[in-house]
């Protein structure tokens, strides 16, 4: 199956589902008699599937045709396209307006949506609107209003849609906006106090930025109020309409305009190459050069990720310390698009605290990303309390070891793509000395030889032969990290060595009097990764390490074959050493300046090993990377408050579990409910649906006005209030009696407990059919807010697999159209590396999972959707699904938080990990990568028939995460352009590693990637490829020893136990980071919550900002209880102290811990002292 098969595939198999979906829609059970999402097949159909939400008019006017004749002269994704589809709408060119604001307007959110690649709300939320002002000349211009869910565009759309707005207001010919100095200091004051007071900014420009960019910009930026909290100054101005803070305003301004003003303006100067005439954003170069002064001497090293630490999730090294990550570059079957990859051992030997999908924040290159399993990377090097070194290879091994070791000398490889770096426009990192650089290496001095061997795997002698005849390097499974020893430690080695008996190895003494005149030549050793064991009174290094490390040593390896003492050969080895540290001291090397170079100790000692080595020995180490643990994988299904089945409104009479059963007992409900009338000659009754629930008849609307008190067919005409809904009593026993009988269930057959909602918060408060909660209480299924089921997951890459690593069997796969393995051989073997199709996914299902598999989840609402098929609308089952290896085939949603398009998915098969695994394009199709965000996965059948937009919730924001479009065909230059640098390819070029080696610019290297396949009308989705291998993707750490240590006391211990392992990691300083980011924060913050709290009833779960005097709660006469309780505020109090004491940290946070213990004592009072039994003390001083 080619590519364009399996697109006409997956559009096929989704009209089918559609047809279904119809045909029940069309019964009338639901808010609306048809399927609410349109199929949309490209960008031009998505952005204008989404904006006719706001103005029906544009579909089929021809929009779409407009944006395709756009995409064929300016490229797709260029904001040309945005720029003149704008323009034409606000001409009224396709359609007309009521006025030419909103054709402006609409021209805004059209241009702006294909910005976003609409598949985000931000066009419709986001941006709220425009008005006009008048300026002191009384001239109109344009005030551009934004809310909070303008975030959700990410900053380059945000900075676009202001130029896109300055854009049409030169063509219809509106004046500049001309701020007053009271104006320019209110936008000062307020992004301020919101970047203080509310919540961090990704940018804080300076007062000085923000003053000039306010005095400048050429339309008045506002917005809704977002915060309860006022500006601390410049109030009560003419043309700002609020004294609150406007979040949307602050972010559009700070993240959008102010920092991302030098790619704006970049992108403004190539349209205006194009013909482009704008002139309202000119003021940027001279911001640009004030914005430069301000970062002058400034670099981007701060490591920013480490003063972020929370308790109980490990710092794996300090900033660029030995011993932490090794960097090198590669990407595996399941890396790439921000997501790294570890040896599973290293999963292993960090307590379990990595597992696969677990986020990781990084020194560098990138901020975040998540780690995946490769085996074929180097893991762990350990030193044991008994002294022995190991290196792990496997994680069983890694979790058996654990408990004995002392140090955790490397932690191991992190598999980095190149571009990741190449997308972040960082400067390369230096690489070690690894497998595949000898390897490119070897191929560029005989070919022939490369060809014949594996790189990865070269014995020693080997390895000599090659290098001898081919003039490489040593390959680097026969060095050691020569530049993390000092001369120092390397004397002390060859002092060491000079005692050493050689019986086919190398035979150290090592008695309890040797150990500390021997001390650096062992710590040499250790920090070398040689591996050795202690054995009694000596350490052993096994023959293959020995005759390696001779060899390093320029010692003829030969010798391990005679008995004896080598006193001799270490004697020259000095020798040489001393000649050439004399020679080095009286050449003083300079740099390109003529300016005396520092090499530092480690260069200095790979400088003498490469002069006394017979080989050339290369820097092992390389750069190492700093990181810390991030959010926890997670696959779960999701779960609204209070966990209900059903959108249907039970009030308090629905009791503390909202339970259906419960307000039916009463007898009623009181809620907000929609006004019906059913007018056929056997009702003539009101209802709550839009179709009759005992004739079925289609009901007609009524409408209720507030104060006549009435309700009518027609709005109320004196008041023009009216609504289509109204507060009223619902006699819910007839209704859920009503379900009961149209699902043909016996009372015996009822779930003992449908739990649904409070209240309804969509505009018209629609209620969702009680028949359907119903059935998912009897699957014990639960509903989002649109009526949907939805399974969250961490988003994972992966570009190829193997079928015994999801579960399925190889005649399955063919019949999916996997008929050859990436090779172009036919599919018959469970080994064989299959290339991933862009819409199939794998479903998470590890045994591990504390939340259960997604598998079950999605049996289980498969079936759901079958009964609801047969028994709520009389139609034929649709998924006949009894197990799990049932699924495969079968059409999802894929939907990221935030979006409001969701793309057609195809479930594959099953991982046994907590991530959801996608093609990188399915990511970048939901504007996400792989850092550690979690996307939603919906089976495709429960979308079409229960989402609807008249559940979605009336405030700003409420269609955000929402599948109110769905693409049914991925296209690779219509999705988030991070892809076009995802490279294609099964390995990186020579001429990478060597500008690394040189830390240049990414921009510097050209791999082949997406943006040149497509240049060259070559197919993206074939022959991603990989660099490294790995034997089973599922290899490592299913679930994080995080998640799974019940309290944060027990999470704190492991973490610090952790540390005090990794010599990369600095373990007094963890202990002050926990302390000063974490537990002091929520200690002072907690105890603040403590005196502005409510109460709760207990009975009802009524919130109350004071206890009635009555001390029981008012409606229900229940018992009332505190919101935040003593144990929330002190429970991180003795951990902290602890910490503090065991660590020896500063008096300073010591004596802060102690004034905030006092504060606690004085509102709680201090704890009773208690008797404790003789052995505690004992145990303690132990």
Known sequence: MNTEQYFEHIEKETKKIYSVATEARAKGLDPVDKVEIPLARSLAERVVGLISAFYPQIENSGIVERILDLEKDNGKLDPMVSFKIAEEVAKQKFCKFPSLIEAVEAGVRIGFAYTTLGVVSSPM???TGLTLEKTKEEKEYFVAHFSGPIRSAGTTASYLVLMLIDYLREIFGYAKYDPSSDEVQRYVTENQDYHERVTNLQYMPTKEEIVFLAENIPIQIDGDPTEKLEVSNYKNLERVKTNYIRGGMCLIFSEGLAQKAAKGLRLLKSMKDKGLKSTGFDFLDDYIKLHERRDKGKTDDSPTYINDLVAGRPIFGHPSESGAFRFRYGRGRSSGFSAVSIHPATMGMTDSFIAIGTQLKIEKPTKGCIATSCDSVDGPIVKLFNGSVRKVEAMEEAKKLYPDVEEIIYLGDILFPFSDVANRNAVLLKPGYVEEIWGLELREKNPEVEKSIDSFK????????????????????????????????????????????????IILPYAKGDQEKFSDGKRALELLGVEHEVVIENVVVNLKNSEALFSNLGIDFKILDKEGIIEKEISEVEEKLKSFLDGQNSNETLDEEGNPMVVSDGDKVLSVINHISDFEIRDKAGDFMGSRMGRPEKAKLRKLIGSPNVLF?????????????????????????????????ICKKETIFPHCETCGEKCKKMFYCSECGKADFESCEEHE??????????????????????????????????????????????VEHLSKGILRAAFDLQVNKDGTIRFDATEMPLVSFKPKEISVSIEKLKELGYTEDIYGKELNDNNQILE??????????????PDGGADKVFIKICNFIDELLVRFYGLKPLYNVSKREDLVGKLGVFMAPHNCAGVVCRIIGFSNTLGLFASPYMHAAVRRDCDGDEAAIMLLGDVLLNFSREFLPGHRGGTQDAPLVLNAKINAGEVDDQILDFELTHEYPLELYRAAEKREHSSKVSVYDVRKALAEGKDPFVGVGFTHDTSNINDGVACSNYKTLPTMQDKVKHQMELVERIRAADTSDTARLIIERHFLKDLRGNLRKFSMQGFRCVGCGEIMRRPPLSGTCIKCKGKIIFTTHEGGIKKYLEPALALVEKYHLSPYIKQSLELTKRHIDSVFGKDLEKQEALEKWFQIAS
């Not at 430690?489 to 005692?499: A, K, N």
């Not at 009479?653 to 409900?669: F, H, I, K, M, Y």
């Not at 009503?738 to 629609?766: C, D, Q, Y």
Request: with cysteine; hydrophobic share 30%.
């Open 649 to 681: 409104p039970v009030g308090n009479e629905g009791g503390r579990l909202r339970s259906v059963q419960t307000a039916c007992e009463v007898g009623s409900v009181r809620g907000d409910f929609p006004l019906f009338y059913c007018d056929s000659e």
């Open 458 to 505: 070269i014995s020693f002698e080997d390895a000599v032969k090659i290098s001898k005849e081919n003039d490489v390097s040593l390959h680097p499974s026969h060095i050691f990290y020569w530049t993390q020893i000092s001369l120092e430690q390397l004397y002390g080695l060859l002092e060491w060595l000079q005692t050493a008996r050689i019986e086919k190895k």
């Open 125 to 127: 939320e986001g941006f």
């Open 721 to 766: 209030i009216s609504r289509s809904h109204s507060y009223k009593t619902v006699d819910i026993g007839y209704y859920f009696k009503n379900a009961i009988e149209r699902l043909g269930l016996t009372s015996n057959e009822v779930p003992p407990l449908v739990k649904s909602v409070r209240g309804t918060s969509s505009e018209n408060h629609l």
């Open 836 to 849: 991933l199709k862009p819409h199939d996914v794998l479903l998470p299902c590890s045994p591990e999972s």
